[in-house]
């Protein structure tokens, strides 16, 4: 009988050693994105990362988090009709900073007031983890009807935040001046010209096309789910989505957040001149606050989520800014 019973007995080891297999399975299952395709089929909740699972993620939104950060100043309206930039009705009056006068599409279509309260009503959310292939799920640049059917969003946007721009027969810009909200610095632009496979003059990646919520902080953030596959051309082509900016500017910026964790993600150490704990934001400091806004405008046009880090580092800076007299 003792020898039976041990030969069939359930021991400590292999219970333990049964969970943990379990754990693991859904683990495996969950951030492989395979939960969140299989849930909505039956009725369940699509479950995206594991931190939904664990409680307390929402004591993270602190109503004023501590930020660290030098007190924000705020842009004015310049209503002195001398804005060099082409003015966009669509995105409000154009703004100064340090004397300069930044293209009109770069000011938030929401007040700093109203940036707050679409703040609170956004929906919190764990990011999506899954990442995507940017070709197959946004496209490239479309061609815009606007521009003689040849230019692209690229040049459409350039010719509305440059000034003095040229283009060519073809309607792509070959040259322009652009006043940059990100920097505050003024960036003669000219497109590169190739000669034998050698850039001979020029530099196309002077002034850079800028998602302002990142395509990847937006797939994350609401269009991975299969529901908005319609969404995402538009929104990579979507003027009120984009922002001409300096090159080096766009590139530090990377993704723009940190999606997984409060904080900024290492790889951003050391490129990030300025931010909340998780949050990118321009080393101007005189447009953060309108930045902050629109980021929050382009989320509500979208229905895309925050985190709640995310949620929180956006309130506590936007009321820094409201503070300030913005």
Known sequence: MAGRRGKTGITIAGVFGGVAIILITIIVIIQTGAWALVAPQFGLTPITSISQLLPGEDSMRKANIGLGLKKPTFTTPDNSGGS??????????????????????????????????????????????????????????????????????????????????????????????????????VINFQKSVVSKGKTVSGDSTAVQIDHVVALNDAWASGLWKTDRKNDRVKYANDPDVLLASQGDANNAKSEGINLYNAGVPKKSLGRWTASTPSVWLPSNTGYQCDYMAKRVYIKQKYRLSMSSWEKSETLAFLRQCQTSGR
């Open 84 to 185: 060099t930039a082409t003015p966009d009705t669509s995105t409000g009056d154009s703004l100064t900073t340090n004397g300069l006068t930044l293209p009109a599409a770069a000011s938030s279509p929401l007040s700093i007031s109203d940036a707050i309260t679409a703040t609170e009503q956004l929906e919190t959310a764990a990011p999506h983890p899954k990442g995507y292939n940017r070709a197959e799920e946004f496209g490239d640049w479309q061609n815009s009807d606007q521009l003689c059917g040849y230019g692209t969003t690229r040049d459409l946007i350039l010719k509305r935040d440059m000034s003095n721009v040229v283009m060519n027969s073809n309607c792509k810009v070959q040259s322009g001046t652009l006043n940059d909200p990100y920097t505050g610095t």
